[in-house]
């Protein structure tokens, strides 16, 4: 390795540092399993460059050895086997869409293994079959992170972008680790760029849900998030994230769900807490709402007690029943505010879930939230506090009594459409 080649990847490897630094900042402000996982697999990036690269060697030459070689081998598959498993939380793939959850679970679970098979051909076939299982595993991510961002999620596409710019950098480190002849210093300057830009804006989209998912941690409430509206989407934003979703949907043809949380006898939490009480409940309301249907769905404040949330994609209609019973139970938990005496008070809020099943069936927005609000209100006077119309029956019933059975994922159209339209206060 020549001076200037030894310059070029050495930059490199100080913007991949500089990307891992960043990791280790935000894991220490966020604290998250999320946050950890993207700062180990920053790691791996930066060793993958260092091992490939030839740097390594050129540092320590005492280090040129056979155990050189296998380290080689399987710091590819090693790193694709992290970062599927760290990309699969990221798109919260396991709520969104059985594919992408399968496939990424999957190929974290085969890739170290066949990683490891690699040792076991000629040692002169190693590289290039790591070299294999490598891209292939970068096209799978590209194409799951191009579906996840048609699905709704705008951080996915810098995943894609990420994988796009990883493609050559593979092929850069690859073939500088297996010797191949030709490769001057104006291809590497390309390869090491890539390699920088592509772990750059990988960590860039995980910096930027890290930070999300901070927002929306109870445990960070402060007196100046208080005001729904720096922590909330709006009600016109909210309408306007639906119709774009339902254009989505569309196209898409996915299962998605609506759901309206309604809050009741607020006037009770106001005597007993006060204004700041009474704010500060609906705070933790909202980021236990976000917690529970996770960062890439949209949670909004459609208006002073209510709540709406749109989860864009859904493994089934059965799903819609876990999903329902699970955000009102976690509602219904008592909050601890502070009281207007400064003491902190312990409420329970009175509160409905509706839920609303959506196909790629034509639907007003308006029609959807009106429906969703109505199964709010029917759902006090239910045990579980969440209600739905029945697929079968069009009947509104308990979540829980709901006949929604299990059925296979990808065939949207052959499920029931159950928002129809009612007639509204006011309506002809």
Not at 408 to 421: D, F
Request: glycine share 8%; charged share 15%; net charge positive.
């Amino acid at each position: 390795m020549s001076a200037l080649e030894l310059m070029i990847w050495s930059m490199a490897v100080g913007a991949i540092g500089a990307v891992v630094a960043v990791g280790l900042t935000d894991l220490v402000q966020v604290r998250s399993p999320g946050a950890a996982q993207g700062l180990v697999y920053h790691l791996g990036t930066l060793l993958f460059v260092l091992l490939l690269s030839g740097v390594l060697r050129e540092v320590a030459p005492a280090l040129a050895s056979p155990a050189l070689h296998v380290a080689q081998v399987l710091i590819g598959p090693l790193c694709s086997a992290l970062g599927n498993f760290w990309v699969r939380g990221w798109l919260s793939a396991h709520q969104r869409d059985r594919f992408m959850s399968v496939s990424l679970q999957v190929s974290a679970l085969v890739t170290p293994v066949l990683g490891l098979a690699c040792l076991a051909l000629p040692t002169g076939q190693q590289l290039p079959a790591a070299a294999a299982l490598c891209l292939t595993n970068t096209v799978l991510v590209f194409w799951l992170g191009l579906r996840g961002w048609l699905l709704g999620d705008r951080l996915a596409l810098g995943i894609a972008m990420g994988c796009l710019l990883m493609l050559p950098a593979l092929v850069g480190l690859y073939a500088l680790a297996m010797g191949l002849p030709g490769i001057g210093a104006g291809l590497q300057a390309l390869f090491a760029l890539c390699a920088a830009l592509c772990a750059a804006v990988i960590g860039m989209m995980l910096w930027q849900r890290n930070r999300h998912e901070r927002r929306v941690r109870p445990e960070e409430a402060t007196p100046s998030q208080l005001d729904p509206v720096t922590k909330l989407y709006s009600g016109i934003s909210l309408v306007k994230k639906l119709i774009k979703a339902q254009r989505r949907r569309r196209r898409t043809r996915r299962d998605g769900a609506v759901l309206a949380v309604l809050v009741f006898d607020t006037e009770r939490v106001l005597a007993q807490a006060g204004s700041s009480g009474l704010n500060e409940m609906f705070i933790h309301l909202a980021t236990r709402v976000q917690r529970q249907v996770g960062v890439v769905n949209p949670v909004g404040r459609y208006y002073d007690r209510c709540f709406i949330t749109l989860v864009e994609t859904i493994h089934s209609p059965a799903w819609l029943r876990t999903l329902g019973l699970r955000v009102a139970s976690s509602l219904r938990r008592p909050i601890e505010v502070n009281g207007p005496d400064g003491q902190r008070v312990e409420l329970r809020a009175d509160i409905g879930v509706g839920v609303v099943h959506l196909t790629s069936d034509p639907a007003d927005v308006e029609d959807i939230l009106h429906d969703a609000q109505r199964m709010a209100e029917a759902a006090r006077r239910t045990r579980s506090r969440t209600a739905m119309l029945d697929p079968q029956t069009g009947e509104l019933v308990p979540v829980e009594h709901a006949n929604l059975g299990p059925r296979r994922p990808g065939h949207a159209a052959q499920v029931p459409h159950v928002v129809r339209p009612h007639p509204r206060p006011g309506r002809a």
